[in-house]
């Protein structure tokens, strides 16, 4: 049958919800031992840290509680047109979906609680106790060419054993992965050039309409 693979930051949520965070909560910089957060990231982005130390060293000195910060992202509604009423019809046919990304766990449900969405999340695994934030990568691969911290590819391979058509739908380097592996892409920003240049079978991604639209066609096929 059919299985539908979605990115978070930046493809489910029209934004990127990580850095809102950031953004929201950044300690004053000039407090001793705070380091701005787009400089965590750049480190990151030009892989001179882990996903594991980017992770830690930008929501390690956020100094807020899981509360505060799922209570934010809800508030903040941030998902992208169309994706409840995918998910919606979804369930409906008997369509397996869930989200892939390189975000934590714990935000990621809380933007889907703001919609009362509850569908599998594959990501970065977070874990409280009293004050601490601990992180867990399940999904961590040091053989993947993209981003061995958390191979999105590992989250499509549970899917594609039972041999189910893979749709993918992602925005950047972390999805390049799954995207040469689905058999169908969604594409956003970098994906778009990335999926252009590798010949993969691919369409923009405007809004989760457009993924309805193409399962339709495609149950139709099956029938």
């Not at 979906?97 to 594959?122: K, M, Q, R, V």
């Not at 923009?204 to 139709?220: H, P």
Request: aromatic content about 14%; charged content about 25%.
């Amino acid at each position: 049958m059919l299985t539908i693979l979605c990115d978070f930051d930046d493809t489910v949520a029209a934004a990127n919800v990580g850095q809102s965070i950031f953004k929201r909560f950044q300690p004053d910089v000039m407090l001793p031992g705070v380091v701005p957060w787009e400089e965590i990231r750049n480190r990151y982005s030009d892989r001179e840290i882990s996903l594991a130390k980017y992770q830690e060293l930008a929501f390690l000195q956020l100094d807020q509680s899981k509360t505060i910060i799922e209570n934010f992202v809800r508030e903040s509604r941030p998902l992208r047109s169309g994706f409840k009423e995918l998910v919606e019809f979804c369930n409906n046919n008997d369509i397996a979906i869930a989200i892939t990304s390189h975000g934590l766990d714990f935000y990621i449900t809380a933007a889907l609680d703001s919609e009362d969405i509850n569908i599998p999340i594959h990501s970065v695994e977070t874990y409280f106790e009293k004050s601490e934030m601990t992180f867990k990568y399940p999904y961590a691969d040091k053989s993947c060419f993209a981003w061995p911290g958390n191979c999105k590819c590992k989250m499509l391979e549970q899917y594609q054993g039972s041999g189910d058509t893979i749709i993918y739908a992602g925005d950047s380097t972390s999805d390049a992965c799954p995207a040469l592996r689905a058999d169908y892409v969604f594409a956003r920003d970098w994906l778009v050039t990335f999926c252009t240049d590798n010949a993969i079978n691919y369409q923009k991604l405007g809004s989760f309409y457009d993924i309805i639209d193409y399962a339709k066609k495609t149950i139709g096929d099956y029938k």
